[in-house]
């Protein structure tokens, strides 16, 4: 391996030391407010696009979302890290959760260069999915059955009964290569500790236990998200 090369390791390792250290510590409940928001922004700007939009059907039998941003670079190595938040809804009201803020890390070899940002929606579509979050950390595809997820009108037809997340994503930037991912997505607890002022909340606290209440902050994307599963039509 060349100085050249390595330098060029040393530095993507640096600046994705940078970006984790940035979504761990010193968030402020400003901070972690304008993340929701951004959520929010996110999922409005993949329902806006008619190769992403996810149809009603679907938004009305999923079980919960999960809205995430990445960030991606890569020069022979690559890395990806991001955040994002997961809701829920109750299977018997089809109301939806509090927030969870959650996070994601991710490295990647192979032959690869250049860097974008990813947005992307995750259904959680059965129980396989929802076990998913009790865990510690998990991986798309691993822990639960992943497909890339359909749209149109006969959306719900090209679903299989056993695919317990649907995974819709839009890229921005410049990123080219093949390469093998391994990715995974981790709770946030520092992020939720702080925005609920609780030193000992988990997100089985907040997406199952009903122990917080729907935050404000949260409330405008409750509305989106209900408007785009027809809950808005139905008043």
Known sequence: MNNLVRGRIILLILAFGVLVSTTAFAQTKGELTARIERAQEYFEDIMEAPDTAIPEALMRNCHGVIILRQYKAGFIFGVK????????????????????????????????????????????????GMEMLNKTKFKIGLDASAAVGPVGRDAEVKVSPGTAILVYSRAKGLYAGASFEGGILLRDDIANRKFYNMEDITIQNILFENKVKMPDEAKPLVSVLNEYMGKAKEK
């Open 81 to 128: 890290g991001g955040q994002g938040i997961v809701l829920i809804k109750d299977k018997n009201t089809n109301e939806w959760s509090p927030p969870a803020f959650i996070k994601t890390g991710e490295g990647s070899f192979g032959l690869q260069i250049g860097g974008q940002s990813i947005d992307s929606i995750f259904l959680i579509m059965n129980e396989d």
